[in-house]
């Protein structure tokens, strides 16, 4: 079964061909309008634009923004740059997987979260830092972070 | 990976505010001239004027709310005309966030952990009044009696010399007049004025070395580049071409100096890199292109960069025939897609180049064939903003501070456990300690420095007995660690050593290409060694044998990733090797850190059995009555820390 409207890329497949541009390029767009890279989208891209299937599935695995999946409801990311690693960006990581019970990188059963690690926000200063749907939340705790997950709704 | 869709120059030509004039086009070097003067003509330097922090962390603590009251007080006690308010760029001083500096005749008043809520008190008290207002002043932390004023003072900023941030602090990177009234694109104009092989000479004199870690003199970078497009192009009658390149794909965790200039003063990476284009290609019948490769996580700098190549194209300084001169070249934006080895000069390129981000065995170097094979200079984001200061302010200036071997400032991200985390510039040769004790305040917890970090996955673990060198680039190189592009990460006694190498290794192998065997397989190797050895199953020939797989690994790899990859494991093994021992023979963290190797207990003395510990357990492994002792369950314990962080009277021991 396909839920995914291919119509939403035309525009991106016509720009592509008029435009130039690069097929990363490319695959950053789709994955702007869907969240993720769908499969009904790649094979698309790779049939209008004579593309290997291999070459375009090699660019959206070797980078790590590519995800292949829908994601859940809500993104929840731990940084784990080397600040945050050292003030206990691994034990939210834990909290995080405990609570949700799944692991970093996936989503829940529900569809309601997908927890991901990110190497580094940039934002050492005020680590270790949590980011729920791209607010940043600063010098958290696992405790707290315990508690702000259990009222997003 | 993508070329943003770029505003058309008529969208981003504004009229000035400032002068009451039109949208500018500058034709010539004069006109730019003239109008930066008559800006400066209308500018009051001692006008009231409100400076709120946005970078960045500044926005994660709230400053675009500050900001907003704050415009809103403006509108209220009607300060237009008589004070100027603006969200600038990072000022640095990341932990006293929300940062609000008034400047009032040239006196800079500092305000720090500014809230929504306090803005109606500080612009009654410290803008509409004389102020300051006492409540916000900057607190040191051996002192909670005595607050300092004068953002000059402030220890964190007293040791500093900010040249490169300078800019960060006084514009707002939005506003294209700020910039040029800095004198912004005069160093440009002065540089299309001047024969390319004389300004690169200024670059050489100015001993300006990579700032993106390696440290290659980029004066030599350039000129090489220059001679490879002569030779290539000489006497051809088709036209070649040539590229300039920032590498602004900071990827190093721990470090975020090159998104803070191009969020606080993006105009500085663009006119950097057309100095740069005309210095390699100026006068030849090689075209230059420019491409800036930046982070996807870091949507701010992006979105500011895109309008300030807008309004250099619409004022004519950036496209065809730049300033009248004859000269063309433009910049493009490619986002990256998440690949810490695309960090690397050639696995960068190929990323450019729409292909996965392996990099190139060298050589042939960018400088000869790089970029679609043409001869590409590829700099950090901090030494195109460079090369603006060696233009603009001369060679001199730049090499007037620094050691003999590098010159200039360097810009770090002090960040860890210290009291004062924030982005700092010092002259090059400051000592690790002047920075971590002068200006970052010692540690956060007040417990003894154990080593501080450089160099990201790729530089290594100074101890706390070395914090007398210099910060250089060889100095660095000489204690087992590199420069890199600027992280610095302090660590007390909390940090496990064992744990950081694990930590950086577990880095180098996720982001390892595959390329080759050497990093890919033996980065592994490594971590399955460090990880048995924090399980509390290493063996005591497991340090040997990291060192051996370390130096192979460094001997053996494709490209740079590899060839420091396994630094922060050998310079943990030279300068904490009790440590490993510790984790080894006595099976004991001693850092606390390693969970198979610690208990949690409850210190009966400490504990008033609040309670609050039983409540936040997770798993229910604490026993105890409200009031009455509390112990935990050493066999139900995940070991959590969750009753560590709850427990406010510390009675929770990790043993």
């Known amino acids: 079964m396909s839920t995914v409207d291919l119509s939403e890329i035309d525009d991106l497949l016509v720009r592509h061909k008029t435009g130039g541009g690069g097929l990363i390029e490319l695959l950053q767009e789709v994955s702007n309008r869907y969240q993720y890279v769908p499969r009904e989208a790649v094979e ?66 529900d569809g309601k979260f997908t ?39 | 990976m993508s070329c943003c869709s770029e505003q058309t120059g008529d969208a981003a030509a504004v009229a000035s505010p ?22 400066r003509a209308g500018h009051d330097e001692g006008l009231l004027t409100v400076l709120v ?46 940062l609000v500096v008034v400047r009032r005749g040239g006196r800079e008043t500092l305000y720090c952990h500014v809230k929504p809520k306090d803005v109606a008190e500080l612009v009654a008290a410290g803008v509409a009044a004389e102020g300051p207002l006492e409540r916000l002043l900057y607190r040191p932390p051996e002192d909670s009696q005595v607050r300092v004023a004068e953002k000059g003072q402030v220890p964190f900023y007293a040791k500093q010399q900010r040249r490169l941030l300078m800019n960060n602090n006084r514009i707002d990177p939005l506003n294209f007049d700020d910039y040029l009234l800095q004198g912004g694109y005069l160093a440009l104009a002065k540089a299309l004025e001047t024969e390319p092989e004389e300004l690169i000479g200024w670059i050489k004199q100015s001993g300006l070395r990579g700032r993106g870690g390696a440290g290659f ?81 870091y949507p701010l700098a992006i979105e500011h960069l895109q309008t300030a190549l807008a309004q250099a194209r619409a004022a004519n300084l950036l496209g065809e025939d730049i300033l009248g001169s004859g000269f063309s070249f433009d910049i493009r934006i490619v986002r990256g897609a998440g690949a810490f080895v695309c960090g690397e000069e050639t696995a960068l390129i190929e990323s450019i180049e729409d292909r996965v981000g392996e990099p190139r065995i ?153 390329k080759c065997a050497p990093c890919r397989d033996g980065l592994q190797h490594m971590h399955h060694l460090l990880d048995e050895i924090t399980e509390g199953r290493g063996r005591a020939e497991d340090i040997d044998l990291l060192e051996r797989i370390g130096k192979h690994i460094r001997e053996l790899s494709f490209c740079g990733l590899g060839k420091t990859a396994p630094n922060p494991v050998l310079s943990t093994i030279r300068y904490f090797r009790e440590e490993y021992e510790a984790h080894i023979e006595k099976k004991q963290c001693p850092a606390g850190v390693c969970k198979a190797l610690v208990v949690y207990r409850i210190d009966a003395e400490k504990c008033n059995g609040c309670h609050l510990c ?42």
């Open chain 2, 614 to 655: 039983f409540k936040r357990c997770p798993v229910d492994a604490i026993r105890g009555e409200v009031k009455g002792p509390h112990e935990i369950n050493e066999v139900e314990c995940i070991k959590c820390g969750m009753c560590y962080e709850a427990c406010k009277f510390d009675a929770v021991r990790i043993i």
């Open chain 2, 53 to 98: 922090s946005g970078g960045t962390c500044g926005l994660a603590a709230g400053a675009r709310e500050v900001f907003d009251a704050l415009r809103d007080q403006f509108a209220e006690q009607d300060l237009a005309g008589r004070a100027v308010l603006k969200l600038t760029g990072c000022h640095g001083f990341c932990a006293q966030e929300v």
């Open chain 1, 44 to 109: 698309r891209i790779s049939e209008e634009l004579g593309v290997p299937l291999t070459q375009l599935y090699s660019l959206a695995t070797f980078y790590t923004s590519f995800k292949l999946a829908p994601p859940g409801k809500h993104h929840v990311c731990v940084c784990t740059g080397t600040a945050c690693h050292v003030r206990g960006a691994p034990r939210l990581v834990e909290t995080l997987e405990r609570d949700l019970k799944i692991e970093a990188g996936g989503t829940t059963a």
């Open chain 2, 217 to 297: 003199p980029t004066g030599i970078k350039w000129e090489l580049t220059r001679r490879n497009v002569e030779s290539a192009f000489d006497g051809q009658e088709e036209d070649g071409h040539c590229y300039v390149v920032c590498n602004a794909d900071e990827g190093d965790p721990g470090a975020f100096m090159d998104r803070s200039i191009l969020e606080g003063n993006p105009h500085a990476l663009i006119e950097g890199m057309a100095i740069g284009a005309w210095a390699v290609s100026g006068d030849t019948s090689a075209a230059c292109r420019g491409y800036v490769y930046v982070r996807n996580e």
């Open chain 2, 362 to 514: 060298k050589p042939p170097f960018p400088v000869a064939r790089g970029l679609w094979g043409m001869p590409t200079t590829l700099n950090n984001v901090k030494s195109w903003a460079s090369a603006v200061m060696v233009v603009d302010r001369g060679p001199e200036y730049f090499a007037s501070v620094g050691t003999e071997s590098s010159k200039g400032t360097m810009v770090f991200s002090l960040v860890g456990k210290v009291a004062n985390t924030g982005l700092i510039e010092v002259p090059m040769g400051m000592t690790l300690g002047e920075i971590i004790e002068g200006i970052g305040g010692g540690t956060q917890s007040g417990k003894p420095i154990k080593a501080v970090q450089t160099g990201g996955p790729s530089g290594g673990c100074i101890p706390a007995t070395m914090l007398d060198i210099g910060v250089d680039y060889e100095s660095l190189t000489k204690a087992g660690t590199i420069m890199g592009s600027g992280g610095m990460i302090v660590m007390d006694e909390t940090t496990c050593m064992v744990d950081t190498a694990k930590y950086f290794v577990h880095v180098g192998m996720e982001e390892s290409c595959g």
């Open chain 2, 18 to 39: 400032a002068t009451g004039e039109g949208p500018q086009r500058f034709d010539t070097p004069e006109a730019l001239a003239a109008y930066v003067e008559r800006l």
């Open chain 1, 115 to 153: 927890v991901d690690t990110v190497n580094c926000l940039g934002t050492c200063a005020i680590g270790p830092i949590v980011t729920i749907d791209g607010r940043y939340y600063g010098n958290i705790t696992s405790d707290a972070l315990s508690r702000l997950i259990k009222k997003v709704e």
